[in-house]
């Protein structure tokens, strides 16, 4: 045996490592990449103030900052038939909906409720992204259908609020008839002189922006916020052309007329205000 073979090889002691640490308590910025405390975000209304990157937010959160302090009435929305179709691909569509239930502690990607706002009779419908993508199926546009008959007996302002990635592919056909149920439970309560107002979060896509999130009497949207029907690679991809700078996002949108109003988190309830003020004189 030479010398090298005889040396004692260093030994790294073992580190310990809280476990008590939350895995959520660092965030990091999609867009400055800042590594943010949790707590920092969630102070700041999930906006990240380095700069200014609207986080998805909870729909429980979303409530509380529109309604007049912070009150209102979450509305028990009708039960629907669960996996029609028996419907499985790499998982069993009812084991898909236990997991997503249990993540958010919502029945589905939609809480309706209602309250004040400025004075002001409200219902609002919110999405919940983190519940299977915020994917509209019968129970979405059972409860869009309810939110709009809801406001139609109390005389009161629709404010649906989206971030979904369209229509719930393993409910089929049926999920696709919630774009004509919802389209026609909107125009019902417009016909009503009852304003109706959406507000496009991110994402708004698929079948979502192509019904209920574009019929808005006002149209407002989050900065940042990607807003569409097709994904832009797919588009790229069938055009075979290279889409322009911001494709999609609420700022290109408001530039060629699709959106009244982007407006940052921060303000959308005083927004809101204003335009009830308006509209339910």
Request: net charge positive; proline share 5%; aromatic share 6%.
């Amino acid at each position: 045996m030479n010398w090298i073979t005889n040396l004692t090889r260093p030994t790294v002691k073992k580190v310990n490592i809280h476990k008590d640490i939350p895995d959520n308590f660092w965030d990091r910025c999609p867009d400055c990449g800042a590594m943010l405390f949790h707590s920092e975000i969630t102070k700041s209304d999930f906006v990240c103030p380095r700069c200014d990157h609207h986080f998805r937010l909870p729909s429980l959160k979303r409530l509380d900052m529109l309604f007049d302090n912070h009150e209102y009435t979450l509305i028990q929305l009708p039960k629907v038939k669960e996996d029609p179709l028996k419907f499985a691909d790499l998982k069993k569509y009812t084991d898909r909906l236990k997991e997503a239930r249990k993540k958010t502690k919502n029945d589905d990607a939609i809480i309706v409720a209602h309250g004040k706002i400025g004075g002001k009779n409200a219902v609002i419908g919110v999405f919940d992204f983190s519940f299977m993508g915020g994917s509209m199926g019968t129970y979405v546009g059972e409860a869009i259908v309810m939110a709009a008959h809801l406001a139609d007996l109390q005389e009161a302002a629709l404010i649906l609020i989206p971030a979904s990635g369209g229509a719930r592919m393993q409910e089929g056909i049926l999920s696709l008839m919630q774009m004509a149920r919802t389209t026609v439970a909107v125009k019902k309560l417009k016909k009503k002189k009852l304003p109706y107002i959406t507000v496009l979060t991110d994402p708004t896509t698929g079948g979502v922006t192509a019904s209920f999130a574009m019929l808005g009497d006002i149209t407002l949207a989050e900065p940042g916020s990607v807003i569409g029907f097709a994904g832009a690679r797919v588009i790229e991809q069938t055009i075979r052309e290279k889409l322009p700078p911001n494709f999609q996002k609420a700022s290109y949108l408001l530039e060629h007329g699709m959106l009244d109003q982007v407006v940052h988190r921060k303000k959308l309830r005083s927004e809101l205000i204003k335009i009830l003020g308006l509209l339910m004189k």
